[in-house]
């Protein structure tokens, strides 16, 4: 089993900056992706960032160049900075494990999310 726990959020200015970290503990593998979602009230569940081992991550358009995302292999853990936050970013954050089983079969990891609000 894999369990994420989500730690970082919290309330910030627009403009400001937050750092999200997710650390995962269980059976992680190299080969899992690792990235983070994001959903805001009354809203679906969106993917904001993912990682790529043979790429480079992959990022939502209306965050790129504002949200970094990073994993560090050896703790198992994945960040995601974020700047120049607008109070369109405020929504509950989850990191996300993807992995591909076999075949078509993947599976879904999750934390339990982080509330961040930008307002002032």
């Known amino acids: 089993q894999v369990k994420l726990v989500e730690s970082g959020g919290g309330l910030v200015q627009p403009g400001g900056s937050l750092r999200l970290s997710c650390a995962a503990s269980?059976?992680?593998?190299?080969?899992?992706?690792m990235g983070w979602y994001r959903q805001a009230a009354g809203k679906q569940r969106e993917l904001v960032a993912q990682g790529s081992s043979g790429g480079s991550p992959w990022y939502e358009s209306s965050v790129k160049g504002r949200f970094t995302i990073s994993r560090d292999y050896v703790k198992n853990e994945v960040s995601l900075e974020m700047y120049s936050l607008k109070p369109e970013d405020t929504a509950v954050y989850y990191c996300n494990v993807w992995r591909r089983v076999n075949g078509d079969t993947n599976i879904n990891f999750w934390g339990q999310g982080t509330q961040v609000t930008v307002s002032s």
């Open positions: 269980g059976d992680i593998f190299g080969s899992d992706v």
